[in-house]
């Protein structure tokens, strides 16, 4: 069975720090384009960051390529998130996705596998 699971979030004050970890078991990450998604309460769930199989990055938005950065461990099959400089509007829950593919696309849609969240909130 396919199956991703989030850990490692927690509460933190501004400008604190966290690492994200998803776990994949079931198939090999490295085949995977993998990513890291947000949904804050009463909103759409929005992208944080991609990575391709090879390893390429990419970022939804300016500010999250700033202070987020994206990586993968393939030996031990999990993607991580490290977020840094957090800001009280990045409290939300914090969701893995994944789908099999040399490349990656943008779409939330495009993405088919998911976890079931992590919950980051950054207090003032």
């Known amino acids: 069975e396919v199956q991703l699971v989030e850990s490692g979030g927690g509460s933190v004050q501004a400008g604190g720090s966290l690492r994200l970890s998803c776990a994949a078991s079931?198939?090999?990450?490295?085949?995977?384009?993998m990513g890291w998604f947000y949904q804050a309460p009463g909103k759409e769930r929005e992208g944080v960051a991609l990575?391709?199989?090879?390893?390429?990055?990419?970022y939804y938005t300016a500010s999250m390529r700033g202070r987020f950065t994206i990586s993968r461990d393939n030996a031990k099959n999990t993607l991580y998130l490290d977020m840094n400089s957090l800001k009280p509007e990045d409290t939300a829950m914090y969701y893995c996705?994944?789908?099999?593919?040399?490349?990656?696309?943008?779409?939330?849609?495009?993405?088919?596998?998911w976890g079931r969240g992590t919950q980051v909130t950054v207090s003032s």
């Open positions: 990575i391709d199989s090879a390893g390429g990055a990419g």
């Open positions: 996705a994944a789908k099999r593919s040399s490349y990656c696309s943008y779409a939330r849609s495009w993405f088919d596998l």
């Open positions: 079931g198939y090999t990450v490295s085949t995977y384009c």
